[in-house]
């Protein structure tokens, strides 16, 4: 009985923790200067597209031409369809490489995207 007990409390605990790490503790992980570059005049924005995108959120300047690039590497999950509504952009990743988006110049403002199936959100947040 002991050990019937003990595995439920074993088990109760490793899913939790599976369940705290797929969420995250709430907070949005804000990225830092890495993901973000200028080339040639124009900022491109880096993000790796597998179980979701990393970074969730990401930090670039308004008024300036932008390109989203996605990396994927293996990926065969919803993330690798990306959608952002408010620009109607729709679009499939390939399972491996580079694909970028032009976003154009945004204003001070959150972009928001997500993949295909909705369940992973990614966001762009243009500041002045």
Do not use: H, W
Request: charged share 15%; aromatic share 8%; with cysteine.
């Amino acid at each position: 009985m002991k050990s019937i007990v003990f595995s439920i409390i074993v088990a109760v605990v490793f899913i939790a923790g599976a369940f705290m790490l797929a969420r995250g503790d709430g907070t949005t992980p804000v990225a830092n200067a890495n993901n973000v570059t200028i080339v040639d005049g124009k900022q491109i924005i880096e993000i790796s597209a597998k179980g979701g995108y990393q970074p969730r959120k990401s930090v670039a300047k308004a008024g300036m031409p932008t390109i989203i690039r996605f990396n994927t590497k293996g990926t065969f999950d919803c993330s690798s369809s990306v959608r952002i509504p408010s620009m109607n952009i729709s679009k499939n990743l390939p399972n491996s490489g580079i694909t970028d988006i032009d976003v154009g110049s945004q204003q001070v403002a959150t972009l928001q995207g997500t993949c295909g199936m909705g369940m992973y959100p990614f966001e762009v947040e243009f500041q002045s």
